[in-house]
Structure formats: structure tokens, C-alpha cells
């Protein structure tokens, strides 16, 4: 062995010790976080059983936290201010009987319930942010999928503030609204992979008086971590400005990414402009090519999504089959949409659906 294959070993084994030595920082801390979160809902909970045996709550509950603000400073130091010590009250009242799905409590057997049975999965501040979100089943969502995908907190605040619960839900019908909240998004079938409209407000061309398809793509790539975020569970990047020639004309695909959940090629087409029929009919050659030419046997038929500033949905359903189910064309937002309007959609959508069934 000579001295550069000795020196790249060492490098090797110096880097798999330093790895070792991360993951369990990373393993203490987070159990940690995960203790703290615990304690500060068992505080809650003492706080709140105290006032409630006060016989004036409001001016005893008011002396009581302040008294414990001052003893436990005292003994502690930080941490513990009055401000902290009725978030830790507001932890304990949205949380109890406050059930999360089955299905992540059974993938974390090993961490502790509360004495009221609930399991907390995520940091202090994860949970800080998930109690401002007042409605049961769409913070449930959230924190299902801050889970999940082991969101950041400013990961949890960006697919918050992009309205990710209403635009799934918008996109979907009452029972997997339902879901939602049970079990977070399940990719299981192409449509559940597709958002409509997808938010890029991260991209930063709201400031831009205009723009190009080619600055468009420039800067996915250049914010590459934020899109994949945005597109969501188990898309990995291939490449940019993907070329193919066919009978001796060459073709380019703006951007191709792989989903490992549905074990198919998804190409992107970018479009500034409205949407015409012809670029359909470009997506739906670039889709055959890569079902022909490039999947393996047994990967699933290729999805092509075009992704423009505006559409005509009459446009899109008449020059698409009946039975499509890999050619999409969505809308992107180059700013962060309304969620108030965004729900009241949803509230219409599901008001009209009550109807259908109570007509049936």
C-alpha cells in the first residue's frame, strides 16, 4: 500500500470516528430537547391543576405563576419568566387530550407518554410554533410531517407559511383531508405527489420587473435544497438542461428528478407564459422518450410536469386523454399565497362536497 492509499484509509477512519462521535451529540441532544419538552408539559399541567384548585383563579393564577417565575430563577436561572411559564401553561391546554395519529406513535414505541398519554416527537421550539396553529387537524398534519421529514423549525415555518396543508387538501377529497391529519401525506399513486400551484417564493423574483425561463431554472438550481423541500417527499435532483436526440433533433428537458417512493423518473418543462396545447404535446414526447429509452423494466411510467405562471384548465383536459395520469401542468407563485383565502376555498370545497352526499 503506498502512502497515498494509507493517508486516504486514515482520512476514512478519521472521518467515521468523527461521524460516530456526531450522532451521538446529535442522540444526546435531541434526547435532551425531548426531556425538556416533557417537563415543560408536566409544568403546564401542575400550573393549571393549581389554579383550578384557587378559589379566585384569576388573581391566584396571576400571584401563583409569578411566585414560581421568581423561585425557579432563583434556583435555575433563565428559562423560566412569566412569558415562558404560560407557554408552558398553553402547551399543557392544547395538548391534552390532544391524540396524534396512531401510526407515529407506534413508529416511536420507545419514547415516554405523558400521564395523559400523549407522545411529543420534536423541540421546544417546534412545538411553540405548532400551538399558534389554532385548528386540531391541521396542526396534527403539521407535526406529522415535521416528523416525518425531519423538518427544521424554520423548515416547519416556510411549508406553514406556504399553506402546504390547504393546497394538499384542496387538491384531494374528504377523506384523504382526513387522512391528512392522521397520517400526513401518503405518496401513493402519482396524483398525490402533484401540488397546484407550487409556492417559490424563496426564489426571489417578485423583486424582478421580469424574467426568463432560463433565470427561472438558474435560480431552482441555485436554491436546489428549498425546491426539493417545496416538491416534497422522496424527490432526489438527476440533472439540468437533460439533452436527447431523436430522429436527429435535439430536445432538452429543463430539470429531471427521480421519486424513489414511486420509483419514476419526473421531468420538469418551465414556461414564463400561459400555457399553450403545444407545449403538452412537447412534455408528452419527452415523457415517451424517457419510458422507452431511459426507465428501467421495472421502474413505473415517467410523470412529466409542466410548471407555468398560468393555465387554462379547458386547455389542459382537452388535449390530455381521459385517463392521463403522468402528463400535469401547475401553476407556480412567485410570492407566499393567502392562507385566509386558501381556506376559505378549502371551507367552500368541503361544503360542497357535504351537499353532493346529502344529495345523493
Not at 18 to 46: H, P, Q
Request: proline share 2%; glycine share 6%.
Amino acid at each position: 500500500m503506498n502512502d497515498l492509499d494509507t493517508r486516504h484509509t486514515n482520512e476514512e477512519f478519521l472521518k467515521n470516528i468523527s461521524d460516530v462521535l456526531a450522532s451521538a451529540r446529535k442522540n444526546v441532544k435531541t434526547a435532551v430537547n425531548l426531556s425538556m419538552v416533557y417537563a415543560y408539559y408536566e409544568i403546564g399541567r401542575r400550573i393549571v391543576e393549581e389554579e383550578q384548585n384557587g378559589a379566585d383563579r384569576a388573581s391566584y393564577g396571576k400571584y401563583l405563576l409569578k411566585e414560581l417565575s421568581e423561585y425557579l430563577t432563583g434556583i435555575y436561572g433563565k428559562g423560566f419568566s412569566l412569558t415562558n411559564l404560560k407557554q408552558m401553561r398553553q402547551f399543557y391546554l392544547t395538548f391534552t387530550n390532544d391524540q396524534i395519529g396512531q401510526t407515529l406513535s407506534d413508529q416511536f414505541k420507545n419514547l415516554p407518554s405523558t400521564v395523559d398519554g400523549r407522545k411529543f416527537f420534536l423541540s421546544w421550539s417546534h412545538y411553540l410554533m405548532l400551538m399558534r396553529i389554532k385548528n386540531t387537524d391541521e396542526r396534527h398534519f403539521y407535526e406529522i410531517e415535521a416528523v416525518k421529514n425531519d423538518w427544521s423549525l424554520s423548515e416547519l415555518k416556510r411549508q406553514y407559511n406556504s399553506s402546504l396543508y390547504e393546497r394538499l387538501a384542496l387538491s384531494t377529497d374528504k377523506d384523504k383531508v382526513y387522512r391528512l391529519s392522521t397520517e400526513g401525506q401518503k405518496i401513493e399513486t402519482v396524483q398525490d405527489a402533484i401540488k397546484d400551484p407550487y409556492v417559490l417564493e424563496f426564489l426571489g423574483l417578485p423583486e424582478l420587473p421580469e424574467y426568463s425561463e432560463t433565470e427561472l431554472e438558474t435560480r431552482l438550481i441555485d436554491h436546489l435544497q428549498q425546491f426539493l423541500l417545496e416538491l416534497g417527499t422522496g424527490f432526489a435532483f438527476v440533472g439540468r438542461q437533460q439533452r436527447f436526440t431523436f430522429n436527429e433533433e435535439h430536445f432538452i428537458v429543463d430539470l429531471v428528478f427521480y421519486n424513489r417512493l414511486l420509483r419514476s423518473f419526473v421531468l420538469f418543462d418551465l414556461k414564463i407564459g400561459e400555457l399553450k396545447h403545444q407545449d403538452i404535446g412537447q412534455m408528452q414526447m419527452y415523457v415517451n422518450y424517457y419510458d422507452r429509452k431511459v426507465k428501467l423494466p421495472d421502474e413505473n411510467p415517467t410523470i412529466g410536469i409542466i410548471l407555468c405562471k398560468d393555465k387554462n384548465n379547458a386547455v389542459v383536459e382537452m388535449t390530455l386523454p381521459e385517463d392521463n395520469s403522468q402528463i400535469f401542468a401547475s401553476k407556480y407563485e412567485t410570492v407566499l399565497p393567502s392562507k385566509e383565502d386558501l381556506k376559505k376555498l378549502l371551507e367552500e370545497q368541503m361544503g360542497e362536497e357535504d351537499g353532493e352526499l346529502g344529495s345523493l
